[in-house]
């Protein structure tokens, strides 16, 4: 069964680059079985996709934040991460990994929370 | 973008009784329409996938129907640990996009 987990810096500054690692336990990254994804949700908001990985490479953005989103995959260590650039206030939230095997996300990691502040 | 829209935004509700939530879609999306359930603290879970198909350990209370533009939620016999929000989530086309979200409380 996936596990996922995130981690990464909980206090960013503003201006510069948010970096999370998410790490798969239970099944490979490298499987054409899953695509892998990040959302995120702001305190007490909704959730926003950020982007997805697929096994071939690919990558897929969300348009409003495309052009500061790097999402990438390191087989060698089952890991996928995610890159912000730019970050400002607005980009305060907690961080969600998760897989889509066949329909939506599941299962999601436990999420960490980034805050964006100086 | 395909833009889904929840409604309500919040339901209060005594245990037993019946919550329906509604999704609708800026435009048709098949059957492409997941469900979730967020309770406080805690990540989404998966509830329904494909608009009406069941997911393994979710209980029997939950499901969905639709298909287009309109779908719905249905907890049958609301139990108490059922407070939570819930989103719904199309994957018909990108960008992939969430409702807005539904938050239950049990009075």
Known sequence: QLQL???GPGLVKPS?????TCTVSGGSI????????????PPGKGLEWIGSIYYSGSTYYNPSLKSRVTISVDTSKNQFSLKLSSVTA??????????????????????TLVTVSS | EIVLTQSPDFQSVTPKEKV???CRASQSIGSSLHWYQQKPDQSPKLL???????????????SGSGSGTDFTLTINSLEAEDAAAY??????????TFGGGTKVEIK
């Open chain 1, 5 to 7: 987990q995130e981690s």
């Open chain 1, 16 to 20: 510069e680059t948010l970096s999370l």
């Open chain 1, 30 to 41: 490298s499987s054409s079985s899953y695509y892998w994804g990040w959302i995120r949700q």
């Open chain 1, 90 to 111: 607005a980009d305060t939230a907690v961080y969600y990994c998760a897989p889509v095997v066949v329909g939506g996300f599941d299962p999601w990691g436990q999420g």
């Open chain 2, 20 to 22: 329906t939530i509604t």
């Open chain 2, 48 to 62: 329904i996938k494909y608009a009406s198909q069941s997911i393994s350990g979710v209980p029997s209370r939950f």
């Open chain 2, 87 to 96: 989103y719904c989530h199309q994957s018909s086309s990108l960008p992939l």
